[in-house]
């Protein structure tokens, strides 16, 4: 072992840089530590050091508090520490090491702290700790063998200034001590779920935190913000399930009836919990708020005639609703209400509802919407998302953007303008969706029908655009040629076989006639068995074409198209005794 003496002070080593153990001569009062030290768990105590001072070359310090206990002043020469009261490291955040041991009656003071150590209190008796926001890392054992463990309980609870220490989890009831402030932290090893029964007065308090099945807040008259209201109904545990089975609302502003907390006169909703199932709105609720019921895992929903408030967002993510009776008082159904809510498959949207905002149902699982005389306004997005496939547009609605989905092949109105077939043309992205025939829309627009190809070549937009309102508006000619303007060849193909099935258009026969071999073969190959029998009965296939696909439907067990083919190749050949089978 290696033993270096400088100032009073013998350094011990033991084959390393750092010292593993030291002696401090009596009359020393500031010690110049010049190496690093390592004495984690040494009972040695040197009470005469009041001044520690780190020099350049030290780049790690692990001694417990009670080894220099009155150092009340540290200053660093390094990087590695800072100069203060406490022995402070930088490692990404400034850690907290040694409070040393402050005398009980002062007050430890963690401004500009933000990570706290193992054992950072051990042999500290001093419980006056200053309410910190900072911290954001602390060890499991930071408290251990202090003075701060070592109080009774109060309420159940143990606290270091703004941090919960340690809980008693035999009370029945646990009362945090947060009426002025909120708590900022728990410590880790402190388990929430266990408690019984916990008494909370700031919505604010635990956050991050896995909360206990019984909550009681206790807001008594001080005004509480509603968002605030809601993160305690919301509130989740780490694997995102609802952890709060039974919460408790004392206050003058709001109150708790079967999981839905609504202000003091009942009069709006401002949350539900999360483990909700069937819910039904009392009549006299005027306003569901923002994200009220956001997350909840409800299967039903039934709102009253007196609604006449339905927020923002409001059942947004709910995956589990299935079922919704908006009532006959809402008149318009905001941004983002139902989005996501991917178990809602169809819904009837009342006749005093006016205007469906962006993104409300987008996302869901939409398939089937009936839409009412009263609807005025479908703004962009409303169903963005969803697998509806087909919807009837009632007279006077006006569209805004794109409100559909691509899975939209069928679209019914009255009558037709710019702004509706603007309205059904395809996003760009949807070139990178698959599917074959969601880029074609039958439209049956003002007594037509013609099939438009949703997506449109850039430089042909305005001209296809004004060509479809011309077709439908007027009351010549009878059918039009849209396939020309399709993007993609898939597209086009598509359009002008739906095209000439539909009007019988001299133009989309010739191209579909060109181009047969290469067409049904794409169909055979993408698995579209509707669309190639189809094709197959125009006749415009050619035999010999017919004859090599023979062998590509048998390996892909198409009985429907093999059995079109040889319709067609026996009856043709008839004459000539040669049968297929």
């Not at 169909?523 to 094709?535: H, N, R, S």
């Not at 390996?555 to 026996?570: D, F, G, H, T, W």
């Amino acid at each position: 072992m290696d033993i270096k003496e400088e100032n009073g002070v013998k350094y011990f080593f033991d084959n390393g840089e750092a010292a593993t153990d030291i002696e401090v001569a009596p009359e020393v009062e500031e010690l110049m530590l010049k190496y690093s030290l390592q004495m984690p768990k040494s009972k040695k105590s040197f009470p005469n050091v009041k001044k520690l001072i780190i020099e350049k070359d030290v780049w790690d310090i692990k001694i417990p508090n009670t080894l220099f206990p009155n150092v009340r002043e540290v200053v660093s020469h390094t990087e590695t520490f800072l100069s203060g009261k406490y022995l402070l490291k930088r490692d990404g955040f400034t850690y907290l090491k040694n409070v040393f041991c402050p005398d009980k009656d002062d007050t430890i003071v963690l401004s500009q702290i933000y990570a706290i150590d193992a054992r950072a209190f051990a042999g500290c008796e001093c419980v006056n700790l200053e309410r910190t926001e900072n911290i954001i890392i602390m060890s499991c054992c930071a408290f251990d063998d202090s003075g701060f463990l070592k109080q009774p309980f109060k309420n159940g609870v143990k606290m270091a200034g703004s941090i919960l220490v340690d809980v008693d989890y035999d009370a029945d009831e646990v009362i945090l001590p947060d009426e002025e402030n909120a708590i900022v932290k728990v410590a880790d090893n402190v388990d929430l779920t266990k408690i019984k029964k916990l008494v909370i007065h700031n919505a604010e308090s635990l956050k991050r935190q896995n909360w206990p099945k019984n909550v009681v807040f206790n807001a008594g008259d001080k005004h509480v913000y509603c968002q605030l209201i809601q993160s305690l109904a919301h509130h989740k545990d780490i694997f995102g399930y609802a952890d709060v089975e039974n919460l408790e609302i004392q206050s003058s502003e709001y109150t708790i009836i079967d999981g839905i907390i609504y202000t003091s006169d009942l009069k709006t909703v401002i949350a539900g919990c999360l483990n909700l199932d069937k819910v039904v709105i009392p009549e006299g609720v005027t306003i569901i708020e923002r994200e009220a019921f956001k997350d909840c895992m409800l299967t039903s929903l039934r709102l009253p005639d007196s609604l006449t408030t339905l927020s923002r967002a409001a059942f947004m993510d709910c995956e589990r609703l299935r079922t919704v009776e908006l009532g006959s008082g809402v008149n318009r159904i905001c941004r983002d209400v139902f989005m996501a809510c991917k178990s809602l498959e169809a819904i009837i949207i009342p006749p005093q509802v006016e205007g469906i905002e962006d993104y409300a149902f987008s996302c869901s699982g939409l398939k089937s919407v009936e839409l009412n005389s009263g609807l005025r306004h479908i703004e962009n997005n409303a169903f963005f998302g969803t697998p509806m496939t087909d919807i009837v547009l009632p007279e006077g609605v006006q569209l805004s953007g794109r409100p559909f989905g691509a899975d939209l092949t069928h679209i019914t109105a009255v009558s037709a303008d710019e702004n509706l077939i603007s309205a059904v043309m395809e996003r760009p992205v949807a070139l990178y969706q698959k599917g074959n025939r969601a880029f074609v829309l039958k439209a049956d627009f003002a007594g037509k029908t013609a099939y438009l190809p949703k997506l449109i070549k850039s430089n042909q937009k305005e001209d296809f655009i004004v060509k479809a309102t011309q077709f439908f508006c007027s009351a010549q000619p009878e059918h039009c040629d849209f396939w020309q303007f399709a993007y993609s060849t898939k597209c086009q193909e598509n359009t002008a076989l739906l095209e000439y099935l539909n009007s019988g258009s001299e133009d989309a026969k010739k191209y579909l006639k060109k181009n047969s071999c290469r067409i049904i073969a794409r169909l055979i190959g993408e698995g579209d068995e509707e669309l190639a029998v189809k094709f197959l009965k125009t006749g415009l296939v050619s035999k010999i074409t017919l004859k090599k696909l023979l062998t590509t439907t048998e390996e892909k067990s198409m009985v429907s198209i093999k059995s079109y083919i040889l319709e067609q190749l026996n009856s043709s050949d008839t004459s000539k005794e040669n049968f297929y089978i």
